[in-house]
């Protein structure tokens, strides 16, 4: 859910790479095909489908849970201030909250809320029975100590699953698994899975490395037996490193930054990235795009997502899936996986 709202003020900087792509596509494209063992354009995964999938099994889980153990998941979100992009997501996860039947609480505070009182809301909802999970929305105005604050949200109750606890635990080979997996990573994962993707054994290629998103999906992967490179802003020869990929989430906040002609025929392309361009055909004189530019990619990859409507919506989906967990591990019930190792394991 962080990555969606920082990845709408990400994009402005990558429109000439914008650009560049739509003058260069045709070619690019004819050529990718060529050498291509696929024929036509690559299969799209979508988000929006499968994301619905995933909160119908939400829902389906808090009538059970409801049912069975007369338990309703709670989910608060703290909101400091009134940035738009922050409000946007705020809704969105209103919505999505009632549709599964969750108990929403909401915190707003105004901008100028002090440190002291911000921790002060943060503990009244630890120690809530009826919420299970805390959202703190960022970025926090300047002068709150964002790393303090979410240090402060209970590990039984870290939805984000950003926690040093649920973060060690996602890394640890044969370790205890997390309470709560990263959103966005765990809707790739979910993307993957879904869409048939096989992940053992295969080489797969991480751009960026960021703690909400590069560094966790690479850690999902590698426990998936695939093997795993992490590439970032001081990588020697990217193209080349991705060129042999089987798999390549793109993650780093720039627009189009990942062309045809990098990617591997036949490749599987998670592409995660938020980012607007300029387009006069548009009423608001842009448009959105990804990481990767999807016209040349489509003529060379196998799957991938579009942009808008594919990792985009498993994030919201996903903080639900978290949440009903949360809800689980507080009846001490056992947790919904969302790995699936080659041999069936679920983790």
């Known amino acids: ?39 036509g354009q690559a299969d799209l995964i979508s988000g929006t489908e499968i994301s619905k999938e995933v909160r119908k099994e939400v829902k389906e889980q808090v009538e059970q849970l409801q049912r069975e153990h007369g338990c309703q998941p709670g989910l608060a979100v703290v909101i400091v201030g009134a940035r738009d992009d922050s409000s946007r997501y705020v809704n969105m996860k209103k919505k999505a909250a009632a549709e599964v039947g969750f108990h929403s609480v909401d915190v707003a505070l105004p901008e100028t809320v002090t440190e002291a009182v911000l921790l002060a809301e943060v503990a009244k909802l630890n120690a809530n029975p009826k919420v299970h ?106 193209k080349a490193k991705v060129q042999n990929a089987d798999i390549v989430v793109a993650a780093l906040g720039k627009a189009e930054f990942v062309r045809g002609d990098w990617l591997k025929p036949g490749c599987v392309v998670i592409d995660v990235g938020i980012n607007t361009v300029p387009d006069a055909s548009k009423k608001a004189g842009v448009r959105m795009v990804g990481d990767v530019c999807t016209e040349e990619a489509k003529a060379v990859a196998s799957k991938i997502t579009p942009v808008p409507g594919g990792v985009g919506p498993m994030t919201i989906a996903m903080l639900l899936k978290n949440t009903v967990n949360l809800a689980r591990n507080s009846l001490v019930l056992p947790r919904v996986p969302l790995r699936k190792e080659a041999n069936g394991v679920n983790h």
Do not use: W, Y
């Open 1 to 39: 859910m962080l990555a969606f709202a920082a990845g709408l003020a990400a994009g402005a900087a990558g429109g000439s790479a914008g650009a560049a792509c739509v003058l260069s596509k045709k070619s690019a494209a004819s050529k990718n095909a060529e050498k291509s063992p696929v024929r």
């Open 133 to 238: 999970g805390i959202l703190v929305q960022l970025p926090l105005p300047k002068g709150i100590d964002e790393a303090r604050v979410l240090r402060e949200i209970l590990v039984e109750k870290d939805v984000d699953g950003f926690s040093a606890a649920n973060i060690g635990n996602l890394c640890l080979k044969d370790g205890s698994p997390p309470l709560a997996v990263p959103c966005t990573p765990a809707g790739c994962i979910e993307l993957l899975q879904r869409s048939g993707v096989e992940v053992a054994g295969k080489d797969a290629v991480v751009i960026g490395r960021s703690n909400i998103v590069g560094m966790p999906v690479a850690a999902l992967l590698q426990s998936m037996n695939a093997t795993v490179t992490v590439c970032h802003s001081r990588t020697k020869d990217m």
